[in-house]
């Protein structure tokens, strides 16, 4: 049995790779590292030993080595630090199903370190899809406001919102490439439009190239799909959301009551 120690984690192979197996090396590699990483030898934010010393311990190719890490990083499982190396990432059970709560101030809840990538931030004039739901006239302009949302660092979720322009003048002048800068919070201080209740769709489907190559997911690939509008109190929609969501990478839970009401703890 070879062994490797490395920054206070001792991490066994254990004779994983076994080339009589039916079952590629990289997939053996993989799933070792994957079991080293649930059973605590490689703990959350730990740091993975090095490709050299991946590759003395498991006694097989670079190229095998990089094929397994490249699959945990497709999962999530582990992230990479420029110029530090290869961590595990802290992985919650799910993240609550909200339509009131931000994705910044969701994924700070969970100890997770939000982030975004701006797609697009346009002003269009909304086809009858979106204009039905916001209660607009056809052809209203609205904001289009598409992100790519990072947990971190990894690429999780697509979403993209419309919002009526006539309530939002000037949103587009913000700088939406900041990080971590909220639609929700920049609705309630500047434009004082406080959502209030929302509905949410739930459905699934195969992701679009573009979808699979932002989220890193090998086609084809199923993605969760999680569609929302949001309201004021006084029942005017506030904004239409759609969310293209990483199988792996943001899980949903639902919380519920037995009188069907949402419950938060």
Known sequence: MKTLETEDTLIAAQSVVDRGDPRPLHKQVYEALLAAIDDGRLPLRGKLPSERELVDLYAVSRITIRHAIRELIQEGVVHSQPGKGLYVTERGGGFELQVLKSFTSIALANGRNPGHQLIEASLVRAPLEISRPLFLAPGAEVVVLSRLR????????????????????????????????????????????????????????????????????????????????????????????????????????????????????
């Open 150 to 265: 990072l947990l971190d660092n990894i690429p999780a979720v697509i979403q993209t919102d419309w919002i009526p322009a006539a309530r939002v003048p000037g949103l587009l002048d913000l700088d939406w490439g900041v990080a971590n800068r909220s639609l929700y919070e920049e609705l309630r201080e500047r434009y004082r439009i406080f959502p209030k209740r929302g509905q949410t769709t739930l459905s699934a489907r195969l992701a679009g190239e573009d979808e699979a190559r932002l989220l890193q997911l090998p086609l084809p690939a199923a993605v969760l799909t999680v569609d929302q509008i949001a309201f004021d109190d006084n029942n005017r929609p506030v904004n239409m959301t759609a969310l293209v969501h990483h199988p792996t990478r943001y899980p949903l839970t639902l919380l519920q009551s037995e009188t069907g009401d949402f419950t938060q703890y």
